[in-house]
């Protein structure tokens, strides 16, 4: 996923800063879908044709993405963590 940053400006960054950066990327993406939807929702109800009812419509809310309802992965153990970031940093240190 590009995030629409620098890749170069990732490796003076911690974990915690590259994880606020995606965060944010993800937030603005779903807040840019949303904006999709909502027009391409108005575009079909404006164009409709006459006999088309406004209760046949989908409510706009019901299509819109929502963040709580996305599953959020639970938060590894800190030592799983840590093992992955040592063996991460092990294979940097031998290559």
């Known amino acids: 996923m590009e995030v629409g940053q620098d890749p170069a400006h990732f490796w003076q960054l911690t974990l915690r800063e590259i994880d606020i950066v995606i965060r944010g990327s993800v937030v603005q993406r779903r807040h840019r879908q949303n904006d ?6 108005f ?4 164009s ?4 088309t009812k406004p209760k046949h ?3 706009l809310q019901k299509i819109l993405l929502r963040e709580h309802e996305q599953e959020r992965p639970e938060k590894p153990d800190w030592r ?3 093992a992955k970031v040592m063996a991460w940093g092990s294979k940097k240190a031998n290559s």
């Open 57 to 59: 419509f989908i409510k």
């Open 80 to 82: 799983h963590v840590y």
């Open 48 to 51: 409709a044709y006459a006999p």
């Open 43 to 46: 575009m079909a109800r404006l």
């Open 36 to 41: 999709l939807i909502t027009a391409a929702w």
